[in-house]
Structures are given as structure tokens and as C-alpha cells.
């Protein structure tokens, strides 16, 4: 887990604050989550990723969700978008505002854009998978979050469950209140973080059909790191 904030010093005024939380998933996964802010709601808001092969859709793994794989020469990984949910995706090969063909065929720019009402405060939740083939890329898509200010990543694939839950509020402000949140009856590697550093907490679970409903509440035996996080299985 490693997080970089105040982001927004590389970028011109419009852009008022920015952070990205990474979370690496042994041995080939990660799941990136971005916090944006900006000054006008109806400025062109997109992230941008950047691959050596131009990125091929593939099947959506989940409603909301789109998948892109790259391969330039042989398979090298895949991008996920899970939110902003049915984002819209653009690629080209051109540098920005250049006419220079040299350039063209080298790196291809990729960006996600929302779809949604335009909002100045954006969450954006991306995953790689870097996976020998196409075939064992996990299927990533957005956790239920029935209760509590979070989003989160969950990611099925051969080799086990992963879901990743951090808070919606800016980097450094913890999860406050009951978290509840639902995921397969399956086994799971739980990561969860934005929770207060240090901090004891309960963690129940409820099964509802194939289902498990996990619930976080403050107070208890299982504790946070200094960092916020918190796994389990």
C-alpha cells in the first residue's frame, strides 16, 4: 500500500486537490484508486494511462465496468475501469496538440472519462493485471457498499478473491461509522484502509445466499496498522 497526496502542485490551478492510494496484490495485480477535485464541474475531467500497444477491448467482467488488454507482441496485461462507472474511453498514438508523425506508433495515451452528471469531485478506481495470459485476469468490479462513505474493488480470478474497500473522503480522514459491505461466499483476502491508525475494530459476517455480508465496527481486537489498513480472511 503506498499513497501519494497533494498531486494537484503538478497540475495548473484548475486541478485544487489530487491523491492516488495504490494497493499491490502479489503477484501481478494492482488496484490504483484516485481522489480528484476541481475548481469548475464542466472542465474536461479524465485520467490518463499510458501503454506500449494499443489497448484491445475485451468482455466486461461486470456491468459498469470496462477491460482492455495490451499486447505488443505477447500479452502484458489488462486495465479494468471500475469507476467512474461506464466511463468513456479514448486512445490515440498522437502527443497531444502535435502533428509530428514521427511520434505516432510509439506510445498510446488512453483516457477514461465519466459518463455522469458533471460532478467537481471525482473518485476513480482502476485495476491492472499483469497475468501470464488473458485467461487469468481477474474479474474486477465494484464491492456493494451497503453501508458507510467507501467504494471498493473486488477482483475473482483462479488463484484466490481480493477485495480492496478505502473511504470516499480526502486521504487521511478515516471511516467513521459502521462499514458493511458484500462479497461472495467465497474465500477472500480483505484489505481495507482510510480506518483509523492504530485502532482496535470488530469484524462480523452474516451470510445471505451466496453471499457474505461484512460488517466493520470500530472497537475491538483486530487492529488497524499506523497507517489505517486493516486485513483479513
Do not use: C
Request: glycine share 8%; proline share 6%; charged share 10%.
Amino acid at each position: 500500500l503506498t499513497v501519494g497526496q497533494y498531486l494537484e502542485d503538478m497540475y495548473y490551478s484548475a486541478v485544487t486537490s489530487l491523491s492516488r492510494q495504490i494497493v499491490y496484490l502479489r503477484p501481478s495485480q494492482f488496484v490504483i484508486y484516485d481522489r480528484s477535485t476541481i475548481s469548475s464541474a464542466f472542465f474536461d475531467q479524465y485520467e490518463a494511462f499510458h501503454f506500449p500497444a494499443n489497448p484491445v477491448e475485451a468482455a466486461a467482467p461486470a456491468p459498469g465496468s470496462r477491460r482492455f488488454d495490451v499486447n505488443p507482441g505477447q500479452f502484458a496485461g489488462s486495465m479494468t475501469t471500475i469507476l467512474p462507472a461506464n466511463a468513456a474511453i479514448a486512445t490515440s498514438d498522437h502527443l497531444i496538440n502535435s502533428t509530428d508523425t514521427r511520434t505516432w506508433n510509439k506510445v498510446w495515451r488512453t483516457e477514461v472519462r465519466p459518463t455522469d452528471a458533471p460532478n467537481a469531485t471525482r473518485r476513480w478506481l482502476t485495476v491492472f493485471d499483469l497475468a501470464p495470459t488473458p485467461g487469468q485476469v481477474a474479474a474486477a468490479s465494484a464491492v456493494n457498499i451497503t453501508s458507510g462513505a467507501a467504494v471498493g474493488a473486488l477482483l475473482q480470478s483462479s488463484t484466490g478473491n481480493s477485495a480492496i474497500i478505502s473511504g470516499t473522503a480526502p486521504v487521511g480522514t478515516a471511516i467513521t461509522g459502521p462499514l458493511t459491505y458484500v462479497v461472495p461466499a467465497a474465500q477472500t483476502r480483505h484489505i481495507v484502509t482510510d480506518l483509523t491508525p492504530s485502532a482496535g475494530y470488530t469484524i462480523s459476517v452474516t451470510a445471505v445466499g451466496g453471499n457474505h455480508s461484512v460488517t466493520i465496527t470500530q472497537g475491538g481486537t483486530k487492529m488497524a496498522s499506523s497507517n489505517g489498513a486493516l486485513t483479513f480472511q
